[in-house]
């Protein structure tokens, strides 16, 4: 056999086989238009949440949410299950207002929802698809490291440093009520803990993960962001809340990427929240808790 490169060539005019990865002509154009479709698909599942919560235009949210589920049932069947379990989880949502209210009916209605749109999807995948994926990993069997312990004094270092200035010089402090009896800090203190884990069940555990199945970390992450940002600017997040509810969305999208453990992000988000609660008590009250700069 001959050792000469030459006679490994293909002859002159004859066809070369495109490698993977790199191929070209109508498969490749078919492959680039679906992965656009597919995309497209949950941008517009992202987008409605935009409409609905923050701008609180109900009816063209629920025109674009299904439009997002009609493209992509057309385009990839999978991808259409998993949308429509984060369109049921929407739908319930929009059901009721998300403004903060500490009342007691309305807190016992939001309870109600609230788990009935992280529950209801959770069963129609375990009972009506057959999915036996781990959406909530408590225990993931590992120690945490010395860094993911670090992370958690640095969250409330932070949430020292950067949220009273968010809530008193925004006024956005105002979204929440007026609290100063014994019986209303209960209240928001058990409101805002509620709202937190929630959020990582429904934002991580249920939207981030199921978009996880069909993209990458980042686009998943991005567009989880998207609905996260837009529910917290119905509870109360505004102004230039944004600014702090997008990297936090990401933050919790790209650490539970990295952990796999419920647990250490809904300890992340509630030590958080603990400074959202000693914030909101002083901005209402500003001769108690009288350890901030503000």
Known sequence: ???????????????????????????????????ALRLTAALLVSASAVLIFALLMPLPGYGVLAAGLVLAALVDRPLFRDLLLIAIGLLIISTISVEADISYGN???????????VFVPYLISRRVFGDTETWFPIKTGQRWTTLERSY?????????????SYFINSGAYENWPSISTPDELGRLFVGVGFVGIWDELFFICLTFALLRRHFSLWTANLLQMVIFVSFLWELGY????????????LLQGWTFSKTKSLTYVVCVHLLFDLVVFAVLVHAHNRDWLAIFPY
């Open 1 to 35: 056999m001959s050792n000469d490169a030459s006679s490994n060539r293909p002859a002159a005019g004859a066809r070369v086989p495109a490698r993977p990865g790199t191929g070209s002509g109508p498969a490749a154009a078919r492959s680039l238009t679906r992965s």
């Open 107 to 117: 807190m016992a209605l939001m309870g109600v929802v609230l788990t009935a749109a």
């Open 152 to 164: 958690l004094l640095i969250v409330l270092l932070l949430g020292y440093l950067i949220l009273p």
């Open 238 to 249: 505004r102004s230039w809340g944004p600014l702090l509810t997008i990297p936090f969305a």
